[in-house]
């Protein structure tokens, strides 16, 4: 059973930093592109960075760029995103994603996302 | 950069009714860059069809997908209690590589 299982969130100030985790299983996590994807509270969902599976190829969106780092640990199944010079509008429930290239190009598992809220 | 609007914002519908949900792009795009994912209040997001018509595995076959172009469509053809939610369409791109459209609340009549 694939399953994705998101940490690190919590309470930062503005202008703090802070490192989410993606525990991956189920799945041979290597052969994987993998995304982050955030949705602030009430709102809808905001692609914020793409990592491939074994190249390294790394995007984000303009949103973050400079700011976030999108990284993997394929030994260790781990998808990992470090957020510095956090703003209040970084406030949401962060998901890791699955990406799949079969037929079309789409998010096929979530994780439960974990919430992270800048405010001083 | 492509924009996705979604329509209506709110549909309100019983159980048992047919729901039509529509994703317009401000350009044409390919049909298997087209997806979408309903999202149940307080719950993660999950893919329900991919290439505009495919159905992801464990969907049942009350969704369906259509459409090419601009214009595409996600059909409920009978409201179950699960389906009243939030319903996203997603394009795949390359600047951003993702983007959401603002998304349709199916809500009990």
């Known amino acids: 059973e694939v399953q994705l299982v998101e940490s690190g969130g919590g309470l930062v100030q503005p202008g703090g930093s802070l490192r989410l985790s993606c525990a991956a299983s189920g799945f041979t996590f290597s052969n994987y592109e993998m995304t982050w994807v955030r949705q602030a509270p009430g709102k809808g969902l905001e692609w914020v960075s793409y990592?491939?599976?074994?190249?390294?190829?790394?995007y984000y969106a303009d949103s973050v760029k400079g700011r976030f780092t999108i990284s993997r640990d394929n030994a260790k199944n781990s998808l990992y995103l470090q957020m510095n010079s956090l703003r209040a509008e970084d406030t949401a429930v962060y998901y890791c994603?699955?990406?799949?290239?079969?037929?079309?190009?789409?998010?096929?598992?979530w994780g439960q996302g974990t919430l992270v809220t800048v405010s001083s | 950069e492509i924009v996705l609007t979604q329509s209506p914002g709110t549909l309100s519908l019983s159980p048992g009714e047919r729901a039509t949900l529509s994703c317009r792009a401000s350009q044409s795009v390919s049909s298997s860059y087209l997806a979408w994912y309903r999202q149940k209040p307080g719950q993660t997001p999950r893919l329900l069809i991919y290439?505009?018509?495919y159905r992801a595995t464990g969907i049942p076959d009350r969704f369906s997908g259509s459409g090419s172009g601009t214009d595409f469509t996600l059909t409920i053809s009978r409201l179950e209690p699960e389906d009243f939610a939030l319903y996203y369409c997603?394009?795949?791109?390359?600047?951003?590589?993702?983007?959401f459209g603002p998304g349709t609340r199916v809500d009990i009549k």
């Open positions: 997603q394009l795949y791109g390359s600047s951003p590589l993702f983007t």
């Open positions: 994603a699955r990406f799949v290239l079969v037929v079309g190009f789409h998010l096929d598992f």
């Open positions: 990592i491939s599976g074994s190249t390294n190829i790394m």
């Open positions: 290439a505009a018509s």
